[in-house]
């Protein structure tokens, strides 16, 4: 009789490479862009000594490069904004690491706090803004690249924010650490 229970495997089945799959060097997919941005995070000896804060402008840092995705640190100092726009063709998450910012879009204003986390997808329209009183940091990950960066009016700010037609996902899903 043949049954599960007289399956054996001999010998490590860890040890027949040809089996396993290659990890990959670089992130594919949103749940391992959104690793890379906690990876990163996590360890401050990567951007912290990096970091600048300009009163006149926001600063910004592209911290790397991959197939197909940059990484960017930006400081804000209070009462900085990024203005109302989206990000063309790229996808992104960003991740809070000091301090607080507050994102703006048509369903609302919302808080983030150190290690919150924002999945969004192309033409997802927000207003990023340190409301605080200290000073704040958030790394970006876009994928692909950040090739553009559209400027939209409050006037435009509806019709550009609805979800596309040609997908049932939702845009901004928010993911906390």
């Not at 790229?90 to 301090?99: A, N, Q, R, Y």
């Not at 999945?119 to 990950?141: C, K, M, Q, R, W």
């Amino acid at each position: 009789m043949n049954s599960d229970s007289d399956l054996q495997i001999a010998g490590d089945i860890l040890e027949v490479p040809h089996l396993l799959q290659a990890p990959r060097e670089h992130p594919s997919t949103v749940a391992e862009f959104v690793g890379l941005a906690r990876s990163i995070a996590a360890d401050r000896s990567q951007w912290e000594h990096l970091v600048q804060y300009d009163a006149t402008s926001r600063w910004y840092h592209r911290l790397r490069t991959g197939p197909g995705y940059e990484v960017w640190l930006l400081s804000w100092v209070p009462g900085q904004g990024s203005g109302l726009h989206d990000h063309g063709p790229s996808s992104g998450v960003f991740t809070v690491l000091e301090g607080a910012l507050t994102e703006r879009t048509e369903r609302g204003t919302r808080a983030w706090g150190v290690g919150t986390q924002q999945v969004f997808a192309p033409g997802y329209v927000h207003e990023v803004v340190n409301d605080s009183l200290e000073p704040a940091i958030s790394l970006h990950v876009y994928y692909p690249g950040l090739t553009e960066m559209p400027m939209h009016t409050h006037a435009t700010r509806c019709a550009a924010s609805r979800p596309q037609e040609h997908g049932s996902r939702e845009q901004g899903d928010v993911v906390s650490a």
